[in-house]
């Protein structure tokens, strides 16, 4: 099975706080995919809590300036600078910039699962319980 992906037709996934996902390809519309995508839009001043998942990530910046955290260490980027972050290091993105800054990301897996650095907790990507966008200033 093909997909055609157009943004303007996916459901939003709010994750609040300013920060919004629209899922692309994963469990939700592919039997057969080994990799999840989607984009993510974060509002000026917004970010994710630190957090790792049970598979690789890689993001791109698509437009935005953008902190990275990964594994302790943080990183300036800007449109087109891209990372790559293996299965289990805490990590998040932020957005460092006064406009809104847009991700493009890819999972190594079908099955992705990401775990709160702060608690522990380990959830489904993309459930009820994957929300939690914050105010990085």
Known sequence: MNLLIRPGEIEPFDRGNGVVTLPYV?????????????????????????HSHNVEESVLILEGDAIAEIDGEQFDLVAGDATWVPAGVPHRFLNRGSTPMRIYWVYGGRDVTRTMTATGETFEHLSENDRGGLSAR
């Open 26 to 50: 994963g469990r939700w519309n592919s039997e057969t995919n080994r990799i999840t995508t989607g984009q993510t839009v974060f509002a000026p001043g917004t970010g994710l809590p630190l």
